[in-house]
T-cell receptor, first 111, second 113 residues
């Protein structure tokens, strides 16, 4: 079992829909949770960064961490065609730098 | 700031040749990371530096790979000799602190034929 599991998709939704992207992880020591967005032929771009459990909101994006279920989510409200990209989760322990990356979910927003 | 700058953007080379990838991190960032991305393996951390010092190179696949950071504004990743299985996109990223999240460059698409 991989330490971080992420459905590769593609996930195709109509414009304006609420999108839910998810990762599950196996190591309960993980404390730092990040979401990156990667457009085709570009480098990943940091979207959201959360520490421990709870929710964090930034504009149309909400990151949610459920440590009891070892489950993290990224919600996108009012999705736009410009949100079409691959979304990667990245998770880290507290004690040292060993960032574990999900495989990425390809998201397609249809106009 | 122009962000993390990588060169070249594309590199096609023959098996056995030496390849050097270059990176200029964001000024003031103390951490520099080299990643490799492939369809099969996703994003893999190869090595990272803190204040120009290599901290963890456990992700470097073989001795054919080496990385240096002679000063705070420049780093190189060298593959010698290159092999077709090294074909991938190589990213350099920098970060202002240990857990701030990294800023990635545009990547170098390497093809070894």
């Amino acid at each position: 079992q991989k330490e971080v599991e992420q459905d590769p998709g593609p996930l195709s939704v109509p414009e304006g829909a609420i999108v839910s992207l998810n990762c599950t992880y196996s190591n309960s020591a993980f404390q730092y949770f990040m979401w990156y967005r990667q457009y085709s032929r570009k480098g990943p771009e940091l979207l959201m960064y959360t520490y421990s459990s709870g929710n964090k909101e930034d504009g149309r994006f909400t990151a949610q961490v459920d440590k009891s279920s070892k489950y993290i989510s990224l919600f996108i409200r009012d999705s736009q065609p410009s949100d079409s990209a691959t979304y990667l989760c990245a998770i880290d322990e507290d004690s040292n730098y060993q960032l574990i990356w999900g495989a990425g979910t390809k998201l397609i927003i249809k106009p | 700031d122009a962000g993390v700058i990588q060169s070249p953007r594309h590199e096609v080379t023959e098996m056995g040749q030496e390849v050097t990838l270059r990176c200029k991190p964001i000024s003031g960032h103390d951490y520099l990371f080299w990643y490799r991305q492939t369809m099969m393996r996703g994003l893999e951390l190869l090595i990272y530096f803190n204040n120009n010092v290599p901290i963890d190179d456990s992700g470097m696949p073989e001795d054919r790979f080496s990385a240096k950071m002679p000063n705070a504004s420049f780093s190189t990743l060298k593959i010698q000799p290159s092999e077709p299985r090294d074909s991938a996109v190589y990213f350099c990223a920098s970060s202002p602190s240990f857990r701030a999240g990294a800023f990635f460059g545009q990547g170098t698409r390497l093809t070894v034929v």
